[in-house]
């Protein structure tokens, strides 16, 4: 019954195949970030059908994906103190699962946990690559400080995240923005071996630089999570085509406003999220593009609104062609602006072409 | 363990206790709508702990809260033809539920089922009273033909929601609001009447009309859902003070970039929802105002940003005052944009002075 996640199985694969195929010809291993998908099903497909290294955004996802023998984990949110017993719970349990950090206060209670559990906890220091968020600077006196306050845990290596990748609109700078991750972790982790410190692990990756890094000296491993699905916001900077986007919301029209051209379903924002990443792009594509069943999406025709369980179907501003003949009952899917925050608003995914089949996410923390 | 969500029940009983005393000096029961909190705990404050007439956004919700004893129910989303199998299950359980519709397609699916199943399901006719999303214009030749095409099913009554009253400003604005939903919503079932058709229920009500509402003559019951936890949309245009807020999501900081003017913490969008309503208002709140565990918000401390499982807390644009001081462990809460849209990111609520007590969420569909 709509609303539901819809997912093209074979376009997973695809995307999966792709980045696969990149980063094979550099050499480097993939450590895929599974907070997009949160599913276990999902994640087997990126191991042929088995197990490796993941990336995780919430402690759940560490200890669902741990029970399905997925061992070698990387939290990449910068700890709280307070998680730390769980982040020892899930280590005692055999799992090698590393934390995040940025600040001499974590590395100190990541310490104190260490020895007060007998468990090295190994963390890797935060980089700041473009100043999208959390991280040290490169060249900071923090990055030392901090591995020296480590002393107890386990210093790993270095960890960087290019957010503002999501905002390059050239291949160009999507390429530049790759390199900048690159360099910024590199020369972090060769400070911190200048200075004494074992850096084993030079952890990069967003989706939009994994597909366009084109030098990955010094890296050991590649993150990036939205490409299995790929969303709007994606296709509107040029990493994948509409055709790729694996993921859409199936919903029903159950009404017609002709006067004011709109078409209703019943797919709100509870549906598709509230997410609107494209209307900070030139094209700006509502809350997503509106597709049959099965096919590309009717030309201009756009989700323009939602409340909480309803959607309003009108065409594209500035569009010249009619609306499509939706009578009440047409299933049409919404393609999302934001995969990973479309996803969330569901428990479960169905899969295209075999009624029945589901995959189930792990929300919640 | 942070994010969570975190309800003060004192607030919950005291908004409750606003909007029945405002509509009990009328006369005019309320039907809320469970929408917000989908919550049965939070439904049975609403009734002295017993159970009573609810509206349901979900056949979910329907389900879950008949389950419960609540077997008076508003399905308020237009019908959909393939989910009238849901709804004669839950009639043959014994649950007066009751369906919208705003088309003669609807009504003819509707008399199908009915007849089909030998079970006359009643129907209630949208009216459209602002233009702001589905239902038949007050004076349409739509509403008598949607009668006739009910025969076999049951009409009763009519139902109008005044969704623009969101986007007003004055105390006048909404009441002209409230009585335009009210008249609308009259006028469509005096036409009803006129033509020979019963029309016992006459059924208006969002939170802004309803507690504004002067005149509710012809009105046999008032929805509203939001005000049982309100929020800052609510606070903005006036319908409740920053302080009725009862929800608020926790978050832990998890770090701090002085250099920038940012506090990062451990909770996103993934825990707040994407809802940035304020944005629309003449104060916009970012993701939400930040205060302590216990007591009232910062002043001019907002989170300001947000990925997926983070936060940024920074001070209002182009104030003067400081940050204030919160270390790394902190914990602090936000106060959101759109209480609906937060709480739906959740599977639960935590009671604020009540460790371990837990409310659960009714969420899907």
Redesign the interface.
Known sequence: ????LLVDEAKVRRNIDRLRAHLDAHGTPLRPHV?TAKSVDVARLLFDGGTGPITV???REAEAFADEGFTDIVYA???????LD?VVALRRRGVDLVVLL??V??AR?VAEASTASGIAIPALIEVDCD?H??GVLPGSPEVTAIAAALAGAELRGVLAHA?ESYFCYTRDALVKAAEAERAAAVRVAEDLRAAGFACPVVSIGSTPTAHAVADLTGVTEVRAGNFVFFDLVMAGIGVCSVDDIALSVVV??????PE?GWI?T?GG???T????GTSRQPTDQGYGLVAPLDGPPFPDLLMTDA????G?LSMRPGSDRPLPDL???TQVRVLPNHA??TA????SYRLAGHAGTTWTRV???
Do not use: F
């Not at 019954?1 to 539901?4: A, G, H, K, L, R």
């Not at 029903?252 to 406003?257: A, D, E, F, L």
């Open positions: 019954m709509t609303p539901y907070k955004s919430t402690l949110v910068g700890i709280a103190p307070s998680k769980r940025d600040s206060v974590q209670a100043g968020r959390g957010g029903t029209v159950i009404g017609h406003r004011k209703m019943d924002w509870m549906a999220s509230r997410d609107r409340s909480q369980e309803h309003i009578p009440i009952g990973c925050a969330a608003q569901h428990d929300n919640g923390w």
